[in-house]
């Protein structure tokens, strides 16, 4: 009968042995994440420093589709137009000096 009492020791014995490592691994990991969350707090109050030293950002443009057609219209001829200048100019300076006159 005593047989029986030691097997039942053992078993409890063995089995807070090994709950204990268990809890020690996570009383570690533990650690580790109240490490973690240190630095990244640190990280966090960094970049909202630099936030508020940048300062507020600019407001984003109102979208195109809702602005006056005939407006857009003449905003984009208007780039059209100056793209175009851009690229002759370009390909001016590209060209061999006998055929630069014939374009101007």
Not at 2 to 11: E, K, M, N, Q, R
Not at 71 to 79: A, S
């Amino acid at each position: 009968m005593w047989w029986w009492v030691l097997i039942w020791v053992l078993l409890v014995l063995i089995a807070l042995a090994y709950l204990a490592t268990r809890v020690w691994g996570v009383w570690g990991q533990v650690k580790e994440l109240n490490a973690e969350i240190g630095r990244a707090s640190e990280t966090v109050s960094a970049l909202q420093a630099q936030t508020d030293r940048l300062g507020d950002p600019a407001p984003a443009p109102q979208a195109a589709i809702f602005g006056d057609p005939r407006q857009l219209r003449r905003e984009r001829e208007v780039t059209r137009a100056s793209l175009k200048q851009q690229r002759r100019a370009r390909q001016a300076t590209r060209r061999p000096a006998w055929a630069r006159h014939l374009d101007s």
